[in-house]
């Protein structure tokens, strides 16, 4: 099993409160990831403030554009991967997302993941082009094989409905050959994307039965189009975190924090299909022995990337403490 830190590159106002980390303390949190056994570090993507955010706070937050932030990362760190958790496809031309991501996986020696997905909030597409229509996930379709074609081919054309491109010569490809995309959500149309155009899949918030259900529908639907996961299929699968000397104190942390009124408000568009009152078996909630145990039932059911870990916690300094606990008593078993 590998761990990774989900950083604040659009956390405040979520999935923390306002205000949670300046740049400085975001790129710390990358850099104390790596010292505590972390593999991996993930952020997320977020270009304006979301209503009941504006609604819950009176300071707007801090969202930081993550392949400049991990490209700086990429020059104080020597080992996490950096990944996007994720990348929302239609914020950016692919031809542009392409260099991007490339250029990243050069400044950091190849270390570079992209989760890729449609967005959790639709008002944000909305907000940078009004009355512009898209089905975002058609347009996730081409633009995942839009970038596949950029990533490989010398000269790179591409002709969709939503994705137009035309005789783009990208250079350099990335170093990563493939470099590795995922495709994130929980919904049928992330995990068909998976099963077909991806080299992972990138969920929230699943019980380890959720998990394997999913994933056995990925693999079936792999199979009908002739391809075979392997073991290099990444099943990144994004939960919480909160750890306490006992259950009862673990829960009490975890539904007084902003991580909990961040999954409430999930549950009305990305985490749809779930309810908020099991929510304890869908994250780590507990003992580190629950912890590891909870670990454990998900590695059974396929899970090899405990992905963008998020802490129940109020500010960085007590981040960091949780990710040193985390790291010696679940990392270390």
Known sequence: MRYGLGVPTGTEGLMYAVPYADIDQAVELAVHAERTGFESVWGNDHITTQKYVRDGFETPPRYYDPFAYFSYVAAVTSRVRLATAIMVLPFRNPVVAAKQVATLDHLSHGRAVLGVGIGAYREEFQAMAPGVPLHR????????????????????????KWVKFDDVESYPKPVQAPL????????????????????????ACLSPAEA???????????????????????????????????????????????????????????????????????????????????????????????????????????????????????IAR
């Open 137 to 160: 996930g058609e347009h996730a379709e081409e633009a995942i094989a839009g970038l596949r074609l950029l990533f490989t081919e010398r000269r790179a054309s591409y002709e969709g």
């Open 180 to 203: 590795p995309i995922l495709s994130g959500g929980n919904s049928p149309g992330s995990r068909s994307r998976a099963a077909r155009l991806a080299d992972g899949w990138l969920p």
């Open 212 to 330: 394997a259900s999913g994933l056995g529908l990925i693999r079936d639907e792999a199979e009908q189009h002739g391809r075979e996961l392997t073991g290099d299929f990444e099943v990144a699968l994004q939960v919480c975190v909160s750890v306490a000397p006992t259950r009862e104190e673990a829960w009490r942390r975890f539904e007084s924090s902003q991580l909990f009124h961040h999954l409430v408000s999930l549950s009305r568009t990305t985490l749809k299909d779930q309810g908020v009152d099991d929510l304890i078996s869908r994250n780590l909630i507990g003992t580190p022995q629950d912890i590891a145990e909870q670990v454990a039932a998900h590695e059974e059911a396929g899970v090899n990337t405990m992905a963008a870990l998020l802490f129940a916690a109020d500010s960085v300094d007590e981040t960091k403490d949780m990710m040193a606990q985390f790291g010696t008593e679940v």
